[in-house]
């Protein structure tokens, strides 16, 4: 059963971390130990998919997309970027923006396959962690 805007987690604008948002859309930090400068791309509008948005809105939307990926890039330096639209579980249009490494826990495949290896060394985890107040300044500049 698909939950209606009501019901939906991601309509809630106060929910996650929010690092700069407008009427359209918001960039949030997801909180996920492994994986620091995990950001969630959330459009605000209840929609399901792409194709629901006008061509306008669509490219708004993937514009926000690449400049939070390449700030990403710029400040977490990742071996390689996850891009994903699913909404299986919550049916609201989002991308997920993950910094992937070859150290950490589940790569080459998925965050959300069962993990291959031990997560890095808490220090390695530590300073991608640390750079995190960059990453907020970064997408700030690129999405303001």
């Not at 390449?70 to 977490?76: E, K």
């Amino acid at each position: 059963m698909t939950p209606t805007a009501a019901e939906c987690e991601l309509c809630d604008v106060s929910r996650g971390d929010v690092v700069v948002s407008n009427a359209q859309w918001r960039v949030i930090l997801v909180d996920d130990a492994n994986y620091p400068g995990f950001c969630r791309v959330i459009w605000t509008a209840h929609v399901k998919e792409m194709t629901d948005l006008n061509e306008t809105d669509r490219n708004v939307l993937m514009q926000v997309v690449w400049k939070t990926e390449s700030a990403i890039r710029a400040i977490m330096q990742p071996h390689k970027m996850n891009l994903a639209s699913f909404g299986n579980m919550v049916p609201h249009l989002h991308w997920h923006l993950i910094p992937r490494y070859t150290d950490d826990a589940h790569f080459p495949n998925p965050v959300w396959a069962a993990a291959n290896v031990e997560v890095p060394e808490q220090t390695i985890v530590e300073a991608r962690r640390s750079l995190l107040p960059q990453l907020r300044n970064e997408l700030s500049a690129r999405l303001s």
